[in-house]
């Protein structure tokens, strides 16, 4: 007997042979992000997604001046 | 030499210490559709991801073990872990924005966050931190 690795999708535990793996990268810069996105002929059937944040967000303190 | 002028950077640190550290903290996710931002005093349920495919309503517990930080006249602080949302997670629709916000003060809204719009399908959201400095920190009184 011959294991076949499995991936859980919508779809339930699907063979990964019979799904189509289309990596994703988006690069700006506020983040960089992974997409694992796994097709079933033409449908999504799971999709990961993995965001790096590069920056947070900041907030200027003002000192009024007294003149 | 002369003179400079500012906010000091000691009491930014305060102000930013007063409202993170020790907070026990959740990030919500928002869908594309949403109109939920910086003018938002306290978490809303509004334009939030449906509680369905395993995303919980009000979202991920953000794990805050740092404090405050300063260099020079920058107060910063950062999670200290990656927020991770619940396995083989699916939206119910495109979200593009993360409100981490404070369960310990009636819910206050502490930012706003661009993810780029996404979706999720029987798969793992994981939100990993920048860098916890006066540069990069997550939110960052300067």
């Known amino acids: ?30 983040f960089t992000k ?27 303190a003002i000192a009024q001046s007294f003149i | 030499m002369a003179n400079t002028f500012g906010i000091s950077g000691v009491a930014k640190q305060a102000a930013m210490s ?32 449906a509680a369905t495919g395993n995303y919980v309503a009000g979202g991920a517990t953000v794990t805050n073990a740092n404090t405050a930080g300063l260099t020079t006249t920058t107060a910063y602080w950062s ?13 119910s629709a495109a979200f593009d924005m993360v409100m981490i916000y404070s369960t310990t003060d009636a819910n206050r809204n502490i930012g706003c966050y661009n993810l780029g719009s996404q979706t999720i399908t029987a798969g793992l959201l994981t939100l990993t931190m920048p860098t916890n400095d006066a540069s990069t920190g997550v939110v960052r009184f300067a």
């Open chain 2, 79 to 91: 999670p200290s872990a990656s927020i991770v949302y619940p396995a083989n997670m699916t939206s």
């Open chain 1, 34 to 60: 992974f997409v694992a996105r796994y097709w079933l002929d033409d449908e999504v059937v799971k999709e990961s997604a993995f965001v790096l944040s590069k920056r947070g967000v900041d907030s200027s």
């Open chain 2, 18 to 49: 007063a409202i993170l550290d020790a907070k026990a903290l959740k990030a919500a996710l928002y869908l594309v559709s949403g109109t939920t931002g910086p003018t938002n005093a306290t978490y809303t349920a509004t334009g939030e991801l």
């Open chain 1, 1 to 30: 007997m011959s294991d076949v690795p499995l991936i859980y999708t919508s779809k339930g535990n699907l063979p990964e042979a019979s799904l189509r793996f289309e990596p994703v990268w988006e690069d700006n810069p506020d």
